[in-house]
């Protein structure tokens, strides 16, 4: 929802009523993740999308049928139907895509959610997309990672013993940052079927943290903002860490990298979604600094230099007391093996390998392998 949140708030404060389908759950090759988002407007205006344009049409027409009736539908597209190629499924995926009608009476909460979101408080919306009971279906709940409400509108899943439950699932989902359709029995019941719930998690922008105030720490910048990072840029040296010379960056710190690194990690700054590229080429900064980042569970953690370079850093960082299994998790020399001379291209290469560890990809090309085409993800659904 978050890249359709302005249109639908607007239209929301308007009074209108609008169809919002929700990719809630995807298996093998769906082209677009859970979260994904499609408004069907007031005017008929079609924003966002759910399939990359294979499906649209179709959630299109079911959108308006919902709006008319008010019944939210939970429905099925992929190959496995007989209309999957009316609808234009063809890349052998298959996607749940909750549709419902938003409006001030059927979401109170979502000026507050909006809010949240804005601010990067972290907050998770609560849906139920399935339930034996039909009058439950589209009932919310807005989640917090403590007990404090906020400014939200009292709401529930339709007890206390399914909003517990809820909420204890969904705070752990929002930590992680990650988005999922819970299973449940009819009243919350941990090892029932019948209520299915989709988890919309909005916590804040993952963080980059670029050490290494150089040109190719420019372009990972700018790379690492493309993909939705926050990206921090820190280097000791003031005549080098201008924000000026990292205009894509959203903060230039002048600061010891592994002070900052530190700091950042003591003050709960950083997260298993966070990833830190060091770029220094100087075993004075770089070795302290991935002391820390090796000893500190986040996502990604890699270090540019030649092999000679890598060698001597490992030598480096053994003497210091790192673990084999903490060696094991240092990406060096950084990226993949695309070929890359320009910083642009470095930071292409260095993109490619965080998102392959991230999916499970090996950076082959697709053209010379078979099999689907997107790599499972645990986060996707749970079915």
Known sequence: MREVLAE??????????????????????????????????????????????????????????????????????????????????????????????????????????AADIDAGRPVAVATVIAHPDPARLGRRLIIHPDDSPGDDVAASLGSERIDAAVTDDARGLLAGGHTATLTYGPDGERRGEGLRVFVASYAPRPRMIVFGAIDFAAAVAQVGTFLGYRVTVCDARPVFATASRFPDADEVVVEWPHRYLAAER??????????????????????????????????????MGSRRTHDDRLARLREAGLSDDELARLSSPIGLDLGARTPQETAVSIAAEMIALHWGGDGQRLADRGGPIHHPHTTDSQD
Do not use: N
């Open 8 to 113: 639908l708030l607007g239209w929301w404060r308007d009074g209108h009523t609008v169809a919002v389908g929700t990719v809630v759950a995807t298996w093998r090759s769906a082209p677009r993740p859970a979260g994904a988002s499609m408004l069907v407007g007031p005017g008929g205006e079609a924003v966002g999308s759910v399939s990359g344009g294979c499906v649209e049409g179709a959630v299109y027409e079911l959108g308006q049928d919902v709006v008319a009736d008010g019944t939210p539908v939970l429905q099925r597209y992929g190959v496995s139907d007989d209309d999957a190629f009316a609808v234009g499924l063809t890349c052998g995926g298959i996607l749940d895509v909750f549709v419902e009608s938003v409006s001030r009476e059927s979401f109170p909460q979502l000026e507050s959610v």
């Open 266 to 303: 003591d003050q709960g700054s950083l997260d298993e979604r966070t990833v830190v590229c060091v770029l220094t080429h100087d075993p004075k900064f770089d070795v302290p600094v991935l002391e820390v980042a090796l000893r500190t569970p986040l996502a990604y953690v890699g270090a």
